[in-house]
């Protein structure tokens, strides 16, 4: 085990704090060196040395930024050249001790992972000058993950291969990544996670750190500062003005020993604005519970006239008085034209309300839904693909469809069997909207091709233009922007097609493009029906269809799948201008091949919070989207599994998308939607924990990992999965003390409208103890929410 040692000195520490006017400080971050562990080398000047990821691959140094780096705020120790010495560590129980032990607020690491595909995940060790030991999980991302797209904040366009000068263009990312500390007592060392497998390395590059701020004796005020001013792409009409939103993030520097102090914390209503040249606050933000150790989040809506230069932040407490101000964060000017140009596109976010909707309806629907067949844990909707791969008795699939169908019946044939005849979309939108979901993606083309909207002259392979002769995703948007304009709508489109012959051109993996062979007569070639003569499929199918769904169609969500070649940049561009000019906000997911707005994990959560983000999707079949006849009712989600995953997933910064696969005939099944509605049920009298909330910043968990935490700006939710027993639930977040003070109510959000305030009590430690009485308990189902109103 190797030691090393980091030289900081207690005096020096205080030289990164300035204080302006009563109590504000800047947010520092301070080096962590680790040079001296270096074992890897992840970049080369000519791709001919040296080996990132075990197979010989190595980043294109010339892309990546000379150090020192200085990322929203926090510096990083990069090399000033890359390619010509070691540059990253292989995470592997590696000991980094501080020299002088130090309470720590937040802890920055610049990494990459190269878990080939398994997924990295790992554990921090916090070493603590009390012999206590925190833990720190972590998820995190690969470099690469093609065809989709991670996201990094340092990205590359090729990395080369093979130990060889082959470059392969598919891009590279390092990514970025904050903890927060919890900061009880100094901290001595940190042991990097154990990843030395080759299946699931870590590689850092960089670790800096925030200290904590110890105030001077006697005097025991919040040391607040602005972590971060960003100007944002999001918006607001407010009085007939389009209002940029300017999110703030505050800190409350002080170590987390001072928690039980009710002087140490923000109690009371704090109000932030934003000012600078050309621009001026419309609605400031609100900040009532900031307590030592934390973080809050907040938008300040501002009208920005071209303003150019340094904003100021200004925070006042409840009596107008000005707390202090931070100054020189960059002006940026609300973008209201878009070009196909992935810099610009890059800026682009998630709008307000899909970061504040968080659980959607998946569906999928389409041909494969006639046979709506698959062995267990495959997809459905990939019966076509199965079915010829492999071609004989080794596929489950093959031997399904010989026995059921006969080799005479090919997959096409299934369309005149896809009717909608029983289809109803007012009566899918009361179904999502009475499940409680905020938005649904329909699945418009999957990966056999067939689309269920106008494909005009791209294909006639297309519901319009053959059976059911319908346009059923015009059908579903027209509905709901008429009589459900609560529910956002989204499309879901698979930019490559399994056996399109105009897509061999472009083939690649399971999507090779070229017409299948028969399954049970290789000699013979299937149809493509609806096929229509075309010049190139992207130009000619891909491009123009994609366009049409955000012209025509309107959708606010364009989810993509796949990736591959593209002119996603192009699409882009337009996609956002037409929501601009018509006055809505839109959002593009990271399967589109370029500019993703958030990451999409399938059937997958994370360990740990993303700052980043990010939705994750499954079926409400435990291993399919598509309708699955081989699965068992019993083996569909039901209203405990929905729940809590969605509460797990929103108190990690993600939204939940939760899929449906009706019927061939448009119905959505029993076992389904009766499960759905249970569900909706539960967030009818607990959503307010749930819905516009945000993640809290320590996202400390109890060892059992039985509560989730989240936070709105004047409450904070905790959400127990085990039924509290005995009359009352005692909440331990791991050490770290809940932002609850002297004065706060505490109410069980229940389906009784006269929810009455519990006693509770908080000891020395931190742990939280409410009384509940058994009846209130028992008239909740699935996971019982604690709302605490602050008393500010």
Same mark, same amino acid.
């Given at each position: ?10 005096? =020096? ?13 800047? !947010? ?9 562990? !270096? ?13 990132? &990821? ?31 010495? @070691? ?35 790992? /554990? ?30 340092? @990205? ?124 001026? +606050? ?53 973008? +209201? ?37 698959? %062995? ?45 005849? /029983? ?6 939108? &009361? ?6 979901? $905020? ?14 909207? &106008?494909? $005009?002259?791209? /294909? ?107 002119? +996603?940049? &192009? ?27 958030? *990451?999409?994990?399938?059937? =997958? ?46 108190? $990690? ?13 448009? *119905? ?38 039985? !509560? ?64 509940? %009485? ?19």
């Amino acid at each position: 085990m190797r030691i090393f040692g980091v030289p900081l000195l207690c005096g =020096a520490l205080f030289s990164y704090f300035r204080t302006v006017k009563s109590s504000l400080v800047t !947010f520092p971050s301070v080096v962590i060196p680790l040079s001296d562990l !270096f074992d890897n080398q992840a970049a080369s000047l000519d791709g001919t040395t040296d080996n990132f &990821d075990g197979y010989n691959a190595t980043y294109a140094a010339e892309y990546l930024p000379e150090g020192p780096w200085l990322y929203n705020g926090i510096s990083y120790d990069l090399p000033s050249t890359w390619g010509q010495s @070691q540059d990253n560590v292989i995470a592997g129980g590696q000991v980094v001790k501080l020299s002088n032990a130090t309470y720590v607020h937040e802890l920055h690491i610049v990494y990459a992972g190269d878990s080939s595909g398994s997924g990295l995940s790992g /554990t921090f060790s916090l070493n603590y000058a009390d012999n206590s030991v925190k833990y720190l999980q972590f998820t995190g991302k690969d470099w690469l993950k093609w065809p989709y797209l991670n996201g990094g904040e340092i @990205q590359t366009p090729y990395y080369f291969e093979g130990h060889s000068s082959s470059k392969n263009w598919n891009s590279s990312q390092i990514f970025q990544l904050s903890l927060s500390v919890p900061s009880r007592a100094p901290l001595e060392s940190i042991t990097l996670p154990e990843t030395s497998s080759t299946s699931n390395r870590l590689h850092i590059f960089a670790l800096s750190m925030t200290p904590s701020f110890e105030p001077a004796s006697g005097l025991l005020v919040p040391q607040v500062s602005v972590r971060s001013a960003q100007f944002s792409t999001r918006w607001e009409d407010i009085n007939g003005q389009r209002a940029q939103a300017v999110a703030i993030t505050l800190a409350n520097l002080l170590p987390g020993s001072y928690a039980t102090s009710p002087n140490a914390s923000i109690n009371s209503r704090y109000e932030i604005s934003v000012t600078g040249e050309g621009v001026s +606050t419309v609605t400031p933000g609100l900040v009532y519970r900031l307590v030592p150790a934390d973080q809050a989040r907040v938008d300040v809506f501002v009208l920005n006239d071209g303003g150019t230069g340094n904003a100021t932040v200004t925070i006042k407490n409840e009596f107008g008085n000005v707390i202090g101000t931070s100054v020189g964060w960059p002006i940026v000017p609300l973008r +209201t034209e878009w070009t196909a140009d992935a810099d610009v596109l890059a800026t682009h976010e998630t709008p307000t309300w899909w970061n504040q909707a968080k659980y959607g309806i998946f569906i999928h629907w389409g041909i494969y839904s006639v046979p709506a067949w698959g %062995p267990p844990g495959s997809y459905a909707e990939w019966y076509d693909w199965s079915l010829h791969n492999p071609p004989n008795s080794n596929s489950p699939t093959w031997v399904h469809h010989l026995d059921t169908y006969g080799k005479d019946i090919v997959y096409d044939d299934f369309i005149s069997n896809f009717t909608a005849s /029983t289809w109803n979309p007012s009566a899918w939108l &009361d179904l999502f909207s009475e499940a409680g979901a $905020k938005y649904f993606v329909i699945v418009t083309k999957h990966h056999d091709g067939y689309a269920l909207f &106008d494909t $005009k002259n791209t /294909t006639h392979r297309s519901s319009v233009y053959l059976n059911p002769y319908r346009d059923f995703v015009k059908e579903l948007m027209d509905t709901a922007k008429s009589d459900y304009p609560d529910i956002h709508r989204g499309t879901y489109y698979s930019l490559p097609e399994w056996f399109n012959p105009y897509f061999s051109k472009y083939g690649f993996s399971s999507w090779p493009g070229g017409l299948a062979h028969n399954a049970f007569n290789a000699s013979e070639l299937e149809p493509y029906t609806g096929i229509l003569n075309i010049s190139d499929y992207i130009e000619d199918l891909q491009y123009p269809q994609m366009v049409s769904l955000a012209l025509d169609y309107d959708t606010e969500i364009m989810w993509c799948d796949i990736g591959g070649p593209n002119k +996603t940049l &192009d699409f882009a561009a337009q996609f956002f201008n037409k929501a601009m000019q018509n006055g809505y906000q839109v959002t593009m997911n990271d399967r589109c091949g370029a500019v993703p707005d958030f *990451d999409t994990p399938e059937y =997958a959560t994370f360990a740990s919070l993303s700052t980043r983000h990010w939705e994750t999707s499954e079926g409400m079949d435990p291993n399919s989207y598509g309708l699955n006849s081989a699965t068992n009712a019993s083996e569909y989600k039901n209203g405990t599994t929905i729940i809590q995953t969605l509460v797990d997933v929103v108190s $990690k910064n993600g939204n939940y998308l939760l899929d449906v696969g009706p019927t061939a005939e448009g *119905d959505i099944i029993a076992p389904m939607a009766d499960n759905l509605l249970a569900a909706g049920k539960w967030l009818k009298y607990a959503g307010d924990c749930v819905y516009a909330t945000d993640y809290w910043y320590q996202a400390s968990q109890d060892p059992t990992g039985s !509560f989730r935490f989240l936070t709105t700006p004047k409450t904070f939710c905790i959400i127990a999965f085990n039924k509290p027993s005995d009359g009352k639930i005692t909440v331990d977040a791991g050490g770290v003390a809940l932002p609850i003070q002297k004065g706060d109510s505490v109410v069980l959000l229940g389906p009784s409208t006269n929810s009455q305030s519990l006693e509770w009590d908080v000891d020395g430690s931190g742990i939280l103890t409410i009384v509940v %009485p058994q009846d209130q308990v028992d008239q909740v189902d699935y996971a019982w929410a604690f709302q605490v109103s602050y008393s500010g």
